[in-house]
């Protein structure tokens, strides 16, 4: 049996103008249509194909018919993009009779593409291309002037749009988002960051973020205290402790302490005797020392007395003579006094105060000590007879009694005791004395009576 085929192709092409979506300056061609039958006899199994294209908005149809046929239609539609496939498999029968066989299987796709952004023509999802705007403008997006500008991903660029209420202070719910500190209550929180200030652009169309803080980035940031691994320099010791690992808190606003060693920041914490100059009122003298300067030792658990004066605390320690009350059982005999009382020295722990003990003897060393007159051969200030006390003598020996007081046994009174013609004698005490007790001594002449009037009567000393 032989095979009749009958292939016919015919391709239209139709090009539209569509004023809504036309930019100015676009050429528009003619619409053309072609069309080409073609018919041939072969003993092959029939190929029914047509084929539609409109451009502009573009339907393109496909059908295709053999022996045993596959029936596809497809339709395609560019800028709002719609394409149909139809296909039918089974003994078919074409438009001149015959049988007809379908499997059921029919495919309907329809696609919507948005890859044609950027070629001037408003296509489905898109808000503008290029200079094509769809006749919007700022006003008409709610601002008030300005001019409105087509993005890369064809949407709209409104960032030449104007609000003129926009820097009032005022909020104008309806057109702007924000207006100079007035944010509608929003904050740098509900915009997803971890803090800082919010602010609100020049346009009045979107919130400025760029004091907002993105804590967590490891990266430090003008109002961050710290960031993560971030810290300035800053360490435990540097904030005031001991030492131990320094961290930042989850909002970066401060720095994480749980991790240092509180011995050193100054504080009595829990299970701390000091810490630093904090010392609890404790001092050297109510830790038993008699001065000094109480610290705190380098891990706060105990006081560092090596400051400390351990003296006053009637307790003689290493390096001491006394303490207080503690004289090591010294008394001022042992010290070679007479008697009296010992105590230790009030300025110091390194003497005793020997003021209480009774005085040494040292009469008779040979030595001028205190108070002494003389002793031995020494005379304090050089004395003579003569010049001793009352007048009675004119010379001889000045001598040093054993308790190193002056000796005036020696001492001579001069012619006071010699008898003689002459009336009274040389000296005025002893004269005075004797011509009191008898007149003719001093009136007639100094008789051996005068004589023993003063040696007897006024203390005149005339030796042998």
Partial sequence: MGSDTDTTTDTSSTTEQNTSTTEPGTTLEPPTTTMEPTSTS??????DTSTTTTTGETDTSTTTTTGETTDTSTTTTTGDTETSTTTTTGDTTDSTGGTDTDTGTDTDTTTTAGETCGDAILDAGEDCDLDNLNAKD????GFD???????ADCTFDTS???MESCGNGELDQDKEVCDGDQLGGATCESEGFVGGTLGCNDLCTAFDTSQCLTCGDDELQDGETCDGAALDGETCESQGFGGGTLGCNDSC?????SQCDPCGNDTI????TCDGAALGNASCESLGFGGGTLACNATCDDFDTSQCDACGNDEVDPGETCDGTDLGGATCESLGFP???LACAADGCGAFDTSGCDPIPTCGNGQLDGDEACDGDQIAGGATCADQPGGLFSGGDLGCKDDCTLDTALCISGDCCMAGPSLGCEL???????CAADSNCCDVGWSSACVTIAVEQCGAQCGG
């Fill in 138 to 141: 700022c006003v008409s997006l």
């Fill in 339 to 341: 008697g009296g009382t």
């Fill in 160 to 162: 030449l749009c104007l």
């Fill in 428 to 434: 005025d005490a002893v004269e005075a004395c004797v």
């Fill in 253 to 257: 606003s401060g720095f994480d302490t």
């Fill in 145 to 151: 002037s300005g001019t409105l500008a087509c993005a």
């Fill in 269 to 272: 914490d829990a299970l701390e």
């Fill in 42 to 47: 072969t003993p092959e199994p029939t190929t």
